[in-house]
């Protein structure tokens, strides 16, 4: 039995699997996992299909209850072995396929300028930026309400503190978070950071260091691989029109409506 990646591309977590994995050529299943199949049915998914993707029915939540317990994405499958978290997924694979060594520097200095980004991103830039796809279009979607521009506004006053950290602690004068080539923290932080133009917050409008940064990033993964792995997020607005399941809208309501408080 090969690799298999469990995966839905609208995750920013599983985008930075799949972006890292066909980058490095690395061989492998596309188990297509939908976070919200019960609701949002007929995504076409990047690559349609051909060889390497699946396309999985409802039994797939059986099968991959069976790879990771926690049933969430992004999670792999190598054999008999199965591992979860994006981040433990990441640097399996640059170990088993001996990815270059620039994504994960064998240079200590360089490795722990990887490890110190990873770790602040948690509670900082992931803290945030996915906020604005849930405040534009999931909890409207799932709730039927709109919250108040000033919702938005919070998000986005607490993102801008992250940005200018992110570019004065971490980015600073360098072409990459590490220094002249990408790294694994470049791949997590831009990929974080499309969540937002995905519904239309422009974070590099007026911020020509990151916007700069952001395109020496595509080119270094590849502008089609990154649109391809994209494609979701940035036609994500098309979900407002879809029909959610009324149980799953039963279910989830009450949780959202707690955080438009």
């Keep these: 039995m090969g690799l298999e990646l469990y995966l839905d591309l609208l995750s920013q977590h599983c985008r930075t699997v799949y972006i890292f994995a066909k980058k490095n050529n690395i061989p492998f299943e596309f188990k297509r996992v939908e976070l919200f199949k019960d609701s949002i049915l007929g995504r076409k998914m990047p690559g349609g299909n051909n060889p390497g993707h699946s396309r999985e029915g409802q039994h797939c939540r059986e099968e991959f209850g069976k790879v990771n317990i926690l049933k969430k994405v992004p999670a792999l499958k190598d054999g008999v072995f199965t591992l979860a978290e994006s981040t433990a997924i990441l640097l399996y694979l640059s170990r088993k396929y001996n990815t270059p060594d620039h994504w994960y520097p064998s240079d200590i200095q360089k490795r722990a300028r990887v490890d ?146």
């Design 116 to 261: 110190e980004y990873l770790s602040w991103h948690h509670t900082n830039i992931r803290t945030n930026a996915p906020k604005t796809l849930w405040i534009k279009v999931l909890i409207p979607l799932f709730t039927g309400q709109k919250l108040p521009p000033e919702k938005l506004q919070e998000v986005m006053d607490e993102l801008a503190i992250s940005l200018k950290q992110f570019e004065e602690k971490f980015l600073q004068d360098k072409p990459f978070i590490v220094g002249s080539e990408i790294s694994l923290a470049d791949l997590v932080a831009i990929v974080e950071l499309m969540q937002p133009i995905g519904v239309g917050c422009d974070i590099f409008e007026d911020r020509p260091k990151l916007s700069e940064w952001r395109n020496r990033v595509e080119e270094a993964v590849g502008k089609e691989l990154f649109q391809e792995a994209h494609e979701i997020i940035l036609n994500i607005k098309e979900l407002s029109n879809l029909q959610i399941d009324p149980q799953l809208k039963e279910h989830l309501a009450p949780v959202l409506r707690k955080m438009m408080k």
